[in-house]
């Protein structure tokens, strides 16, 4: 990858479709980060507070005393039958920044020793401190189909399949996630961006352009989850405690925007 950190940083625009029940849309700007596992940015002291990629926002131990994000998937894809050895993974994420991060959604590319595209794994994140990983085999387009089992929104229950279109970035950003249930597609999210090599210049210009992003996604679930259950839709509970697919209690929170 490009830059002095060997990484991309991309100014995005999101944008959620809600069609059933009645149709809800926003859009939201922000940036973020593609880096390579193996050489994440090393960020001089002076910046540091507004970029940090840490174990914990994204491994298993949430105190990030635990193995290093790479270590951590590469143990998920052994449990799913799957070596990655010496391949190389690009992560597209939020960093950490003033003491802050929320990855509604991580996207990790996995390649095998050769270089050949070994998976995606799909990582999303909801307000409750739940975690859940999808993994979608090769696909030279990058699409993939997988059904939902992980509790993200009060306003939808668990059921219905993702069908996503995730091909691995370049200078352009361009992510599609639908979501299908019974009757026809419920939600649709795409993430569109333009990106630039990685470096002191670029971040500084993206957090004076997006200030406070991460709090931003943060404080735009809420609101918008207020806006909707303020609108008369539904709340689904979570499924039981003890279920694969519970994942703490139900909030007022819009189903979680790719940031």
Same mark, same amino acid.
């Given at each position: 990858?490009?830059?002095?950190?060997?990484?991309?940083?991309?100014?995005?625009?999101?944008?959620?479709?809600?069609?059933?029940?009645?149709?809800?849309?926003?859009?939201?700007?922000?940036?973020?980060?593609?880096?390579?596992?193996?050489?994440?940015?090393?960020?001089?002291?002076?910046?540091?507070?507004?970029?940090?990629?840490?174990?914990?926002?994204?491994?298993?131990?949430?105190?990030?005393?635990? &193995?290093?994000? @790479?270590?951590? $998937?590469?143990? #998920? !894809?052994?449990?799913? /039958?799957? =070596?990655?050895?010496?391949?190389? %993974?690009?992560?597209?994420?939020?960093?950490?920044?003033?003491?802050?991060?929320?990855?509604?959604?991580?996207?990790?590319?996995?390649?095998?020793?050769?270089?050949?595209?070994?998976?995606?794994?799909?990582?999303?994140?909801?307000?409750?401190?739940?975690?859940?990983?999808?993994?979608?085999?090769?696909?030279?387009?990058?699409?993939?189909?997988?059904?939902?089992?992980?509790?993200?929104?009060?306003?939808?229950?668990?059921?219905?399949?993702?069908?996503?279109?995730?091909?691995? &970035?370049?200078? @352009?950003?361009? $992510?599609?996630? #639908? !979501?299908?249930?019974? /009757?026809? =597609?419920?939600?649709?999210?795409? %993430?569109?961006?333009?990106?630039?090599?990685?470096?002191?210049?670029?971040?500084?210009?993206?957090?004076?352009?997006?200030?406070?992003?991460?709090?931003?996604?943060?404080?735009?679930?809420?609101?918008?989850?207020?806006?909707?259950?303020?609108?008369?839709?539904?709340?689904?509970?979570?499924?039981?405690?003890?279920?694969?697919?519970?994942?703490?209690?139900?909030?007022?929170?819009?189903?979680?925007?790719?940031?």
């Amino acid at each position: 990858m490009p830059g002095p950190w060997g990484a991309v940083l991309y100014d995005t625009l999101t944008t959620h479709v809600r069609t059933v029940p009645g149709r809800h849309a926003f859009r939201h700007r922000g940036y973020l980060w593609l880096v390579d596992l193996d050489r994440l940015p090393s960020v001089p002291w002076p910046l540091r507070p507004l970029a940090a990629f840490r174990a914990g926002d994204h491994a298993s131990d949430p105190a990030g005393t635990g &193995p290093t994000i @790479r270590r951590d $998937l590469e143990r #998920h !894809l052994a449990e799913q /039958g799957i =070596r990655l050895g010496g391949g190389q %993974v690009l992560m597209l994420t939020q960093a950490r920044s003033l003491g802050h991060v929320f990855n509604p959604l991580t996207v990790y590319w996995c390649r095998d020793d050769e270089g050949r595209p070994l998976c995606t794994v799909v990582e999303v994140h909801n307000t409750y401190g739940g975690r859940h990983r999808y993994l979608l085999p090769p696909d030279p387009t990058g699409r993939g189909e997988t059904r939902k089992d992980f509790y993200v929104s009060p306003f939808f229950p668990v059921d219905g399949r993702y069908r996503m279109l995730l091909p691995e &970035p370049g200078k @352009r950003l361009s $992510l599609t996630v #639908h !979501l299908e249930r019974e /009757g026809g =597609r419920a939600f649709t999210a795409t %993430v569109r961006g333009t990106g630039r090599a990685a470096g002191p210049a670029a971040l500084l210009r993206v957090a004076l352009t997006h200030p406070f992003a991460t709090w931003a996604v943060s404080l735009h679930i809420r609101y918008r989850g207020i806006r909707l259950w303020l609108s008369g839709l539904p709340v689904h509970p979570r499924p039981a405690a003890g279920s694969s697919l519970s994942a703490g209690e139900p909030t007022l929170t819009e189903e979680v925007p790719i940031p």
